[in-house]
Every structure is written in C-alpha cells, then in structure tokens.
C-alpha cells in the first residue's frame, strides 16, 4: 500500500487493489489552487484512479460528517470543475458509502419540524451547539439522524464548531454529488 492519511482511505485503497476493473491508482495524485472569496486554497484530492475501460476519476474521502460538512463542499465544488475540465469523473466516500446513503435513513419527522421551525422563525436563523444537544436528547435523536435531515432539507451543517443554518448554497454539491436539485 502506497501513503493513506487515515484508516478510511486504507480500507479504500485495500477495495481498490481487489477490483479487478481498477487499472491503477495513485495516491494524492495532483495538487491545485482554487478561489475560496478572496483567498487561494491549496487543494490535494485523496486519490486518482484509472479504469481498465480508460475511464478516471477522482476520489474524495470522508466520513459522513465530512461530506455534509459546508467548507468540505465547497472544496468538492472546486474539484468538481476541476474534474470536468480534464474529463474526469468524481466520486466522494468514505469507502463504503457516498452521501446519497444518507437519504435513505429513517429519522424522527418530527425533530426534523421542530428543526425546521426554529430554523425559520427568523432569515438569518443559526442553531448553535447547545440548542441541537437539547433538541437531540428531547427527541433521543442520533447525529446520522441530525446529517439525513441536512441533505434532504439543503440545510448548511458546520459540524466543528457546530452551527446550523436553513439554506445551503453549494448547488453544483448538490446536483453533481447528491443527485438531487433544489
């Protein structure tokens, strides 16, 4: 096994090494720079990996909080482009499963209400950390719960320090990576 920076791309690269369609992989393949408002990001993708039918890809991985995470589709946003300049597809995982996973968990509808609610009582509404504890232990809630209900809803999760808004803007995310359009 080449370089991995976590225990979730080893297990990728161990899936990648016993399919018999992957021709080769590379780990951190390129590097590039893209805009985030005024700034440059430095932006390394986790791996590039070539098809025996010719086809590449890049791969993103995170965890499922990872994925729902704002700032992280932002950067995938960037890599998206990036891919379809090149001809590239694009997968983001966390070597199991993508973020589409997540819309398909049965939650508690009425959390989700509540979240909605208190989202919307005013434009600009943020919940913050100690306002979705609460909630989460008044409806006995599990945080996959709280990332299903972010992706169905488009709302903006930004899981360290936690804050939660009602609408989320990264729309090439959604449609390319989710699959769905707001």
Not at 59 to 66: C, N, P, Q, Y
Not at 152 to 157: E, G, H, K, Q, Y
């Amino acid at each position: 096994h080449g370089q991995y920076e976590s225990g979730l791309e080893l297990k990728f690269m161990k899936l990648l090494e016993s399919c018999p369609q992957v021709k080769t992989y590379l780990e951190q393949p390129i590097t590039f720079t893209f805009k985030k408002g005024r700034e440059k990001v430095i932006y390394t993708p986790d791996f590039a990996v070539i098809l025996e039918s010719g086809e590449a890809f890049i791969v993103e991985i995170k965890d499922l909080t990872g994925m729902v995470d704002c700032r992280v589709q932002k950067k995938i946003e960037a890599i998206i482009e990036f891919c379809e300049e090149l001809g590239f597809g694009f997968l983001l995982t966390d070597g199991r499963y993508t973020i589409r996973h997540l819309l398909d968990i049965k939650y508690n509808t009425d959390f989700e209400k509540e979240l909605i609610a208190r989202l919307s009582k005013e434009k600009r509404r943020t919940i913050f950390y100690n306002e979705f504890k609460e909630l989460q232990i008044s409806f006995n809630i599990k945080w996959i719960d709280l990332l299903a209900i972010v992706v169905v809803n488009n709302l903006s999760l930004y899981p360290f320090p936690f804050k939660l808004h009602r609408q989320n803007n990264y729309n090439i995310f959604r449609s390319i990576v989710i699959g769905r359009d707001i």
